[in-house]
């Protein structure tokens, strides 16, 4: 799911995880949300991890470094065309090798993108929706378009966030219609949440996910949300964007009964890290304008014993 987590490195977890480390690539960014974990079926780490990889490298071609918003534009263009020849060849390391240019992490990561998508097959569009949406932030970004409505905003998400959940249930063979929308309630409300929990963050680099519609109904302007002031009204304004999520969230739950074992209780546990964040960010000490609030033991094991009684 297309997260936008901060940026603090971590050790490998391939010796941990009991999965050969020339195969899967180690998470290296902080992430609220469980990523490859040991809760997961064993023969699906690999694969999960090679996704997370795709994605995370795409996501910091969006978002790191000095680079303008065309170049950033023409690297994402360059690495689709890179994932498109490796999928289609089974191998990223031969069409690396047709185009000198293409940097060594790229190989690594479409190489396991193209190893697991041999035996997974996943659908190819879910991988080409989270790029267009990488590529829309950059775009939208540069030019300060703003979402006019929330379903705009959500059409951001179906292709930024719900994709992967998409691409997970395709390793578990669920693919009803039901499972496929509670799938994708879950992925928005996550992805709504990363946006609200880091609006201090995102408003000064230009990025604006509160909605022109939901704006203009609690009378916020747009020169109160770049000062990054905290009113009465700011606050109604966080409070029905979280209302919004929880409510997403909630609807999208039920799935975790359809995943068996150790797959259902990672679900739990995201699903619970989603409403843990909404909880904190409820609490006007950890107004969003103010502060980005981080997970720590505490809400852990909240998240933990409000997944028993799911």
Not at 51 to 60: G, M
Not at 100 to 123: E, I, K, M
Request: aromatic share 6%; charged share 20%; with cysteine.
């Amino acid at each position: 799911m297309h997260v936008k987590p901060a940026h603090h490195a971590s050790p490998s977890p391939a010796s941990a995880l009991g999965v050969d480390a020339s195969k899967v690539l180690p998470v290296t960014h902080y992430e609220n949300f469980p990523v490859a974990s040991w809760l997961c079926p064993p023969r699906l780490r690999a694969p999960i991890a090679a996704l997370y990889h795709f994605a995370r490298t795409a996501d910091d071609l969006a978002d790191e470094g000095p680079g303008t918003a065309e170049q950033r534009l023409s690297e994402l263009s360059a690495y689709r065309a890179q994932m498109h020849a490796a999928l289609a060849s089974g191998a990223a390391e031969s069409s690396a090798r047709q185009d000198a240019a293409a940097p060594a992490l790229w190989t690594g990561v479409l190489g396991a993108l193209a190893r697991q998508h041999a035996t997974w097959h996943w659908p190819v569009q879910l991988l080409d929706d989270l790029l267009d949406a990488f590529m829309q932030d950059v775009a939208w970004t540069q030019a300060q378009r703003l979402y006019p409505d929330r379903a705009t905003l959500l059409d951001y998400c179906r292709r930024s966030a719900n994709p992967v959940g998409r691409l997970l249930l395709h390793l578990h063979q669920v693919q009803d219609a039901e499972a496929l929308q509670q799938s994708d309630d879950i992925c928005s409300a996550l992805q709504l949440v990363n946006f609200w929990q880091d609006l201090r963050q995102d408003i000064p680099r230009g990025r604006h996910y509160l909605s022109e519609a939901d704006c203009q109904q609690h009378g916020v302007t747009r020169a109160q949300l770049q000062a990054l002031e905290s009113t009465p009204a700011t606050q109604a304004l966080v409070q029905a964007q979280l209302d919004w999520a929880e409510a997403l969230m909630r609807r999208g739950a039920p799935l975790v009964h359809r995943l068996p074992g150790r797959a259902g209780w990672e679900l739990r546990l995201v699903v619970q890290g989603g409403l843990q964040v909404i909880r904190r960010l409820r609490q006007p000490r950890h107004d969003p304008l103010r502060r980005r609030i981080k997970l720590g033991r505490s809400d852990y094991t909240a998240m933990l014993w409000h997944s028993l009684w799911m």
